[in-house]
């Protein structure tokens, strides 16, 4: 078993370099490649399922996924499912989804409303969504942590119906998954994925009922399917990549940290890890870890892959120039694995989670301590924020005018209506004015 | 001058038919049409700006603006037109610019944190955005208000740089968008528009700085180019015809909803005005207003085609089916023009913005009341909301792990991760728990 040298491998950059923020944001920037012929296949997908329904969306499960079994998977299934697996695995899914929605219920927001100087009453109502599907990818890659994160949320806003969509490859349904689904309290479930289960939950089929919201992520056709009914539904993110920053010093725990980077990398080869170090020293001490702990690892090979292609180490002189190349690159997942991480997070504006101190592994925010691991990927970070309470609730500005309001209010509407030329509209204030 | 007998021309159903709903739902149902040769046209003109930068900015602009001034429009420009325009015109946009300054207000949030009985530190950061681009409409439809409107949100939210673009027909300046700009503390100015502004906002050129953000409205160039670069840079809404939906009974003023009506109407051929009744008599007193009323309309052209094309008239026999019918339509400007306004709302969960009373006339919401009048259009209030605050922020997770935490998660995070076959996840938590 040949021990990689990896220092030797992994792209290593000084921040002091004039060079290193280009070389850096060429290293971690990406983007999703317009691949028209995907996008035509994925143009049809929705065309047909949208006029045909549910002739279309069983033929296309069973062109792509294999089957053709009913296209609901009914609740008496999950609770089956849920009674089969590990009696600790149920007890870790029952524990991770009730810390995640304690969190989540700090985000809940309230309705406002003020009285103005003129009497009148202004405010904003805020209210769930009627329904929303939430996409759960099938396969290798189907993990009942998704369903709690992207559930739980839409749970605790308060969302009526709850439709789950999980692609069951040869009829073969995930049982930890549609455990999750009856732990997260998901109200409907059906065994369709693709492009095809989200023009099912975009348009509406004859079984399938039409969502307001569609949330979770997929493959590339999936993305390229929510992106193609943006407006019709809401959609979340269009999720890049996932990758992780960890920041060490002296004070780091070198295993830890090679551990950290390495769950990163272990989800695919296209997952980034990214090392920011304050000490020489300690770059070495962790690629010495690294080259150890790698040989060990089950996924060894795509943590390979994923380290030669995207991993990049960047040696700093200052916590200054942390921060710098932090914001910079915005990550979706920040561990500051130093002494005074509270301190250092002081200088940092853009981070999907930011784990703080030595004993926040990304894990635990994967899985179990509260916050959702479902994050703006690829520096995103810069504008988008973690799924939330507030992805499946929407406002309604509210107004109410008093007589005073309507003349002092008439009178401005009344001089920029005229000024943009829209009469009708000057005119319905000055209607409210004559009128006193 | 011919008097239109309207009760002949406009739709008119009545809820209580069974068909009713389903004829209502194709009247107000919209969609973009994917137009392929405009999406060429834009992706084209994307790449060239993103390849060239402000090379291809200045041949657009000549190609399509007629101009080659120079792309900023300075400070003193803005002040010099602050000062041409009328006083009485300047003085409406700082006082309107006050109150939705005022308003939104309401809308910032504060970051929060909580420990947990594990002494886990749990939380949310809320920052605003580092630098946004707002796209203003130019031509006949370049309307100051617009400005104000997509500004103050980010000013409240503390956006550090709001880059404003503009496109100046044949170099025509509009000095009333120009007064707003200056009005509403934009950062910088620059004379262009369509596709590509909106790629050197995304892009940045060696003039335009990339943005975070592109919020505004635009023509159907600007939003195929703001949904193609959605995901580099986050965007708003991508709006469709602007709507009205007024509800009316007994206690009505007949005049004041004829104008509220024509007022939504002289936006655009495609805007659209629909009447709820719940009075025939209304309706038809109504019906005579707008008779009445229309042919001394400035733009009764446009009115005209609109009440024609998209208008809809719908009796209905009670305040649930009149609730019932605006969840389906789910209004962007929805006026209850009523006496007890407020107990009419109760029944309502989907509206952009709720205007209570016969004194609430729209055009106080688009000018001056203070709410935002960037409304989710066309049914998305099923799951958007008006502009505001929260559009310029994002958030991040914090988490701090206790001794006692790091054990009792790292249990669950270990089975977890184990159960979904990533290793690494369980390792990185399972080296935590081994160190106590």
């Known amino acids: 078993m040949s021990v990689k040298p990896w220092r030797d491998v992994i792209r290593h950059l000084q921040w002091s370099d004039a060079d290193a923020p280009t070389a850096l944001a060429l290293m971690t920037q990406w983007e999703a490649v317009a691949d028209l012929q995907l996008n035509d296949t994925v143009n049809g997908v929705l065309a047909a399922v949208r006029s045909e329904g549910d002739v279309a969306l069983v033929r296309f499960t069973e062109q792509f996924d294999r089957h053709r079994n009913a296209l609901e998977i009914p609740a008496g299934e999950w609770a089956a499912a849920r009674a089969r ?47 929303v599907g939430v ?138 890890s990214i090392l920011v170090s304050l000490s020489p020293r300690m ?27 995207r991993a990049v180490i960047v040696d700093v002189a200052s916590t200054e120039q942390a921060c710098e190349l932090i914001n910079q690159v915005a990550p979706e997942h920040l561990e500051l694995c130093v002494d005074d991480s509270t301190a250092l997070m002081a200088g940092i504006r853009h981070a999907g989670a930011i784990f703080l101190g030595h004993r926040a592994p990304e894990s635990l925010g994967d899985y179990c301590a509260g916050p959702n691991h479902v994050l703006p990927t690829s520096g995103t970070a810069r504008f988008a924020s973690p799924l939330g309470v507030y992805d499946f609730v929407k406002r309604s500005s509210v107004m109410q005018i ?22 009708a509209h000057a005119r319905a204030a000055e209607m409210r004015l004559a009128h006193d």
Chains 1, 2 share one sequence.
Not at 223 to 242: N, T
Request: proline content about 5%; glycine content about 8%; overall charge negative.
């Open 85 to 131: 697996i590990a009696p600790e695995l149920e007890a870790a899914l029952v524990a991770a989804g009730e810390r995640v929605r304690e969190y989540h219920q700090h985000q809940s927001a309230a309705d406002w409303s003020y009285t103005d100087a003129l009497g009148n009453s202004l405010g904003q109502r805020i209210r769930p969504l009627d329904r």
């Open 135 to 272: 996409y759960v990818p099938g396969g290798k890659a189907a993990y009942p942590s998704s369903v709690l994160m992207n559930v739980m949320p839409a749970k605790v806003a308060g969302v009526s119906e709850i439709i789950m969509v999980v692609p069951t490859p040869d009829g073969v349904v995930n049982d930890a998954v549609l455990a999750a689904a009856d732990i997260a309290g998901v109200d409907r479930v059906f065994g369709i994925g693709g492009a095809q289960a989200v023009a099912a939950l975009a348009f509406g089929t004859e079984s399938v009922p039409a969502v307001d919201k569609i949330v979770g992520p997929g493959n590339a056709y999936v993305a390229a399917a929510k992106r193609a009914v943006f407006g019709r539904v809401g959609i979340d993110m269009i999720a890049g990549p996932s990758e992780i920053l960890v920041v060490c010093d002296d004070s780091s725990n070198p295993e830890w940290v090679a551990m950290d980077l390495f769950s990163q990398a272990e989800h695919d080869e296209m997952a980034q």
């Open 283 to 309: 770059t070495t001490a962790v690629l010495d870890a690294m080259s150890r702990l790698l040989p060990s690892l089950e996924r060894r090979e795509i943590v390979e892959v994923s380290l030669r292609e």
């Open 402 to 423: 008093s007589a005073e309001g309507s003349q002092v209010l008439g009178q401005i509407a009344s001089v920029l209506g005229r000024a943009e030329g829209l009469t």
